[in-house]
């Protein structure tokens, strides 16, 4: 009866929001240019948001149910990074997105590219939060592992809050615990920049 209810009201959330999704949007394209652009483009940022916490939620209520299992596929880290990037939707006057592969890269890796872009499309959306100027998506190798990365140049952990609070720290975490090599499981790692701001980083074995 719980699991019921709990379904149809999500269900029933996961279609109101949806719903207003595409309205915010065809507001925010139908004033652009004029003043009201920056307030309908926040409503429509904040509607989509909120539609990625309810998919977080679900994703966290069913690994609790039966524990978050990682479908793993090929994927080019570099290429897969780009259209992450290319995919968010962001407030009028956001602060720049950029994406850069460090070095060692990988040419190819094995991850749940669902699961990984939610991980990093909510860690993305915290950081525009502290963000002066820009926030910087990154991939490479490091002791074996893939780590994808999204550092900002706010004032770091500890002075305005961090990066991924709540429901989106939680969810990071099981998505990189789904992801496992033999003994290794993926990890989450929140740190300052020594050049300022915070970071945050995916490791994903």
């Not at 550092?151 to 990071?172: V, Y």
């Not at 998505?175 to 290794?184: K, Y």
């Amino acid at each position: 009866m719980k699991d019921a209810l709990v379904a149809t009201v999500v269900h029933d959330l996961k279609n109101a929001l949806a719903s207003l999704t595409s309205s915010t949007g065809n507001i925010a394209e139908r004033t652009i240019g004029s003043e009201l652009e920056c307030d309908t483009g926040k409503l429509h940022a904040t509607t989509v948001a909120l539609s990625q916490r309810l998919v977080g939620f679900l994703t966290l209520y069913r690994s609790a149910e039966a524990g978050l299992k990682a479908q793993l596929r090929d994927n080019t880290p570099e290429d897969f990074l780009r259209e992450v990037a290319a995919g968010l939707v962001l407030p009028p006057q956001a602060v720049a997105i950029k994406t850069v592969t460090r070095e060692p890269s990988a040419p190819f890796w094995f991850f749940d590219d669902y699961l990984t872009r939610m991980a990093l499309e909510a860690a993305v959306h915290n950081a525009l939060r502290f963000a002066r100027s820009e926030v910087i998506l990154a991939c490479g190798m490091l002791d074996g592992y893939l780590v994808f990365s999204v550092a900002d140049d706010g004032p770091g952990l500890g002075k305005c809050g961090e990066p991924s609070t709540g429901l989106g720290t939680a969810l990071c975490q099981a998505i990189a615990q789904a992801h496992t090599n033999g003994t290794r499981a993926g990890k989450v790692v929140l740190r300052n920049r020594p050049e300022g701001g915070a970071i945050f980083e995916l490791w994903l074995p």
